[in-house]
């Protein structure tokens, strides 16, 4: 009798434990390709370009010990020659052309937005589809392009040419302005698909309930649309300015080397002009700079009511 009660007892717990060691199973088939794969590449090449940057430049730019803060220190702007404001330059350009590019992209996505959400829902998919669809092909592709829409013998150009803007046989590039096209034109997609999704999710009664109170078009935008597609925009802006932050190839084919931004500078460092452990430095800056962005970014997002949908 007493052995029938135990094996009562313990049945549940013995169950208990196998449900629990099922979910663990299931949670490991499910989010364990994801893990590994943000694992090795993402965690152990940053682990790995931590250690390079704290390490001696050896022949042929190779990382050697002893370590040492002169990568770190290079990128500050000093060397043995005195000290350069240069990195300090391409660090306020890369801010600054993502600063505008994500601008833009809002201006021209809200636009392109409102236009889809307002046609008839059947056509909707389609019509974000064609936003969409630039952004399939190979962007060192679509900066060629560019490449050929910005040269001194483009329609683009020789209208500059003629107004005065340009000096005559130049084209629209290299110059930041060509770099600042690139960029938007890239990451605009981007920014659609957020504010999109925020959008058609929209309360039109409380548009029309500002229409009835006789609000204009950018009163009724800021009090009853805006707040409605914040969550969206937010999002938005982490997709673009980010990437637009760090990007390499648009600047150097629209740049060259007359606009240098981050994204070049640290690639030179693995190939033109080897010197690991300086290029590891300045990857290790700027992804300091890309996370304190983040954690501003989160502290504006629950400032400003956008929700959990567009923190991280």
Same mark, same amino acid.
């Given at each position: ?7 009562? %007892?313990? %049945?549940?717990?013995? $169950? ?6 099922? !979910?663990?199973? !299931? ?10 794969? +943000? ?34 220190? #290079? ?13 300090? +330059?391409?660090?306020? !350009? ?14 021209? &996505? ?31 592709? /679509?900066?060629? $392009?560019?490449? #050929? ?7 683009? @150009?020789?209208?500059?040419? @003629? ?21 938007? *034109? ?11 999704? &925020? ?11 500002? /229409? ?31 990437? &637009? ?32 452990? *300086?290029?590891?430095?300045?990857? +290790? ?12 970014? /989160? !502290?504006?997002? %629950? ?10």
């Amino acid at each position: 009798m007493p052995s029938e009660i135990t094996s009562d %007892k313990t %049945k549940p717990a013995h $169950a208990a434990r196998s449900e629990n060691m099922a !979910r663990a199973i !299931r949670l490991w088939i499910t989010a364990g390709p994801g893990l590994a794969w +943000i694992i090795l590449f993402l965690i152990v090449p940053s682990a790995i370009l931590l250690g390079i940057g704290f390490m001696s430049n050896g022949d042929y730019g190779s990382p050697h010990l002893p370590l040492t803060l002169d990568p770190f220190k #290079e990128v500050a702007g000093f060397s043995i020659l005195g000290w350069a404001d240069g990195n300090l +330059i391409t660090l306020l !350009r890369s801010l600054v052309q993502s600063f505008i590019a994500t601008f833009i992209t809002v201006l021209l &996505a809200y636009p392109v937005v409102f236009f889809i959400i307002t046609r008839r829902p059947e056509i909707r998919p389609l019509l974000l589809l064609f936003v969409i669809l630039p952004s399939w092909t190979n962007q060192v592709v /679509r900066a060629y $392009a560019w490449v #050929e829409l910005l040269g001194p013998r483009a329609p683009l @150009s020789g209208l500059a040419q @003629s107004l005065g803007l340009i000096p005559p046989n130049l084209g629209l590039m290299p110059t930041n302005f060509s770099v600042l096209i690139g960029l938007t *034109y890239n990451y605009l997609p981007y920014m659609v698909v957020p504010l999109y999704a &925020a959008a058609e999710k929209l309360d039109w009664s409380l548009v029309e309930a500002g /229409r009835d109170l006789y609000a204009s078009g950018p009163r009724l935008f800021w009090a009853a649309v805006f707040p409605q597609t914040l969550p969206g925009l937010l999002s938005g802006i982490i997709l673009v300015a980010i990437p &637009a932050f760090g990007d390499y190839i648009v600047p150097t084919l629209l740049g060259g080397n007359r606009v240098l931004m981050m994204g070049s500078l640290i690639a030179s460092q693995f190939t033109e002009t080897p010197n690991w452990p *300086y290029g590891a430095a300045l990857t +290790i800056i700027m992804l300091l700079f890309t996370c304190g962005g983040l954690i501003v970014f /989160r !502290r504006m997002t %629950k400032r400003l009511g956008g929700g959990d949908g567009a923190m991280l």
